[in-house]
T-cell receptor, first 113, second 114 residues
Framework: GQNIDQPTEMTATEGAIVQINCTYQ??????LFWYQQHAGEAPTFLSY????GLEEKGRFSSFLSRSKGYSYLLLKELQMKDSASYLC??????????????FGAGTRLAVHP | IAGITQAPTSQILAAGRRMTLRCTQD?????MYWYRQDLGLGLRLIHY???????GKGEVPDGYSVSRANTDDFPLTLASAVPSQTSVYFC?????????????FGSGTRLTVV
C-alpha cells in the first residue's frame, strides 16, 4: 500500500524555526519532494531528496532517511509569508522508467507575529 | 503561454452534465498528470500520460477520462458529473529523462457539482 503521513496543522512564531515531519510507506521509492502551496494557488517546488542526508537551500532544508521512511522540512527565520500548506510527496515508478508523485495530505503552517 | 494553462478557472456544474477541463503546456514535457485536491486528503492522481498517445489510470480514475492526442494538451472529461467530483483539479507536467524535480503545476480548476 501507499501511505504518507504528516501533521495536519502547525503554528510557529515569526523569526523562529519549525520542522515539519513526513513518514512514508510506499511500494517503491524514487525520491521525496516537498512542495509549498498557498491558499488558492498551485503547489510550487521546494526541495528534493533521493539520497540520505540533508539538502540545504537558503532558509529551507530537507532531510531524508530512506531506511526509516522519514523526511523533514526545516524552515528557519520564519516569515509571515511562510504561512502555507507544505506537501510531502514520494515519487514512485509507474512502469518503463516513468513515475508518479504520491502526496501526503499536507501540513498547514500558520506563522504568527 | 508560459508553463501550464488550465481552463476554466472555476465552474459550477449541474449533476449529470458533461464537462471537459482543459490543460495546455508549452514546455514540450512528455509526462502529464491530473490530480484532484480535497480537504484532508491531499492531492490524488486521477490519470496520467507518459507520452503523447498513451494514458494510464491513477488512484481515483472512476468517472473520469483523458486523452493525449499531442504533447501539449491533456484534457480531463467528466462524462456525467456527480457531487462527489466537487474538488480542485490540478494539471501537472514533467520532463522525462531530465532533472529530478521537473514537476510543474497549473493554477487549478475549482469545480462545484450541484
Amino acid at each position: 500500500g501507499q501511505n504518507i503521513d504528516q501533521p495536519t496543522e502547525m503554528t510557529a512564531t515569526e523569526g523562529a524555526i519549525v520542522q515539519i515531519n513526513c513518514t512514508y510507506q510506499t511500494s517503491g521509492f524514487n525520491g521525496l519532494f516537498w512542495y509549498q502551496q498557498h491558499a488558492g494557488e498551485a503547489p510550487t517546488f521546494l526541495s528534493y531528496n533521493v539520497l540520505d542526508g540533508l539538502e540545504e537551500k537558503g532558509r529551507f532544508s530537507s532531510f531524508l532517511s530512506r531506511s526509516k521512511g522519514y523526511s523533514y522540512l526545516l524552515l528557519k527565520e520564519l516569515q509571515m509569508k511562510d504561512s502555507a500548506s507544505y506537501l510531502c510527496a514520494v515519487r514512485t515508478e509507474i512502469s518503463g522508467g516513468y513515475n508518479k508523485l504520491i502526496f501526503g495530505a499536507g501540513t498547514r503552517l500558520a506563522v504568527h507575529p | 503561454i508560459a508553463g501550464i494553462t488550465q481552463a476554466p478557472t472555476s465552474q459550477i456544474l449541474a449533476a449529470g452534465r458533461r464537462m471537459t477541463l482543459r490543460c495546455t503546456q508549452d514546455m514540450r514535457h512528455n509526462a502529464m498528470y491530473w490530480y484532484r485536491q480535497d480537504l484532508g486528503l491531499g492531492l490524488r492522481l486521477i490519470h496520467y500520460s507518459n507520452t503523447a498517445g498513451t494514458t494510464g489510470k491513477g488512484e481515483v480514475p472512476d468517472g473520469y477520462s483523458v486523452s493525449r492526442a499531442n504533447t501539449d494538451d491533456f484534457p480531463l472529461t467528466l462524462a456525467s458529473a456527480v457531487p462527489s467530483q466537487t474538488s480542485v483539479y490540478f494539471c501537472a507536467s514533467r520532463e522525462t529523462g531530465g532533472l529530478a524535480y521537473g514537476y510543474t503545476f497549473g493554477s487549478g480548476t475549482r469545480l462545484t457539482v450541484v
